[in-house]
């Protein structure tokens, strides 16, 4: 089955700056990748997605880029806000299927 | 729309008793997911559902029954409770790739 690798497991930055996460997954045929965000006592919100025929996406401040040779994708946010502190989750979605496998999180910590 | 909804927010159940987290979903999707989340750790697939009347095991289905009787409806049943299913329960739901998180369920067991 799929495997997701995420790093780095907790994150700091200062406010203003930008935030990388990354993400590998196992199965080639992986094509659907979403990130997800979970503040403390709620639900995983989707806060972008990207399919494997795109290689990048942006959405105002967040960005997502995938590299399916090298089966990784990445999550940017720029000019981070406190509003941003969070746990992101990675995901990939099987080929011909709908589950998802989700990465171990990012506890981001954007300090003032 | 209520979107994903999900019954109880929190339970204590004691070591061998039985319970039923309740899912339902008013967007008419045919795909239903049930996770569970341990502290400090991502989602682990439990079951899913394609449609009414088709289930299937995911990554943790030990311990664990659904069924899926109505598209709108996706129940999780735990059998003789174990310390090992203390988690926080998400109930999914999508049409096709977005899944859709119910608020969640904290289940103690001791």
């Known amino acids: 089955g799929e495997n997701v690798e995420q790093h780095p497991s907790t994150l700091s930055v200062q406010e203003g700056d930008s935030a990388v996460i990354k993400c590998t997954y196992s199965?080639?045929?992986?094509?659907?990748f979403p990130w997800y965000k979970q503040e403390l006592g709620k639900r995983p919100q989707l806060i972008i997605d990207?399919?494997?025929?795109?290689g990048e996406k942006k959405d105002q401040r967040i960005a997502v880029t995938l590299n399916k040779t090298a089966k990784h994708f990445s999550l940017h946010i720029t000019e981070t806000q406190p509003e941003d502190s969070a746990v992101y989750f990675c995901a990939a979605m099987e080929g011909g299927g709908n589950k998802l496998t989700f990465g171990t999180g990012t506890q981001l910590k954007v300090e003032l | 729309n209520a979107g994903v909804t999900q019954t109880p927010k929190f339970r204590i159940l004691k070591i061998g008793q039985s319970m039923t987290l309740q899912c339902t979903q008013d967007m008419n999707h045919n795909y239903m997911y049930w996770y569970r989340q341990d502290p400090g750790m991502g989602l682990k697939l439990i079951y899913y559902?394609?449609?009414?009347?088709?289930?299937d095991k995911g990554e943790v289905p030990n311990g664990y029954n659904v069924s899926r009787s109505t598209t709108e409806d996706f129940p999780l049943r735990l059998e003789l409770a174990a310390p090992s299913q203390t988690s926080v329960y998400f109930c999914?739901?999508?049409?096709?790739?977005?899944?859709?998180f119910g608020p969640g369920t904290r289940l103690t067991v001791t």
């Open positions: 559902s394609v449609g009414a009347g088709i289930t």
């Open positions: 999914a739901s999508s049409l096709s790739y977005e899944q859709y």
């Open positions: 199965d080639s045929a992986s094509n659907y």
């Open positions: 990207i399919r494997s025929n795109v």
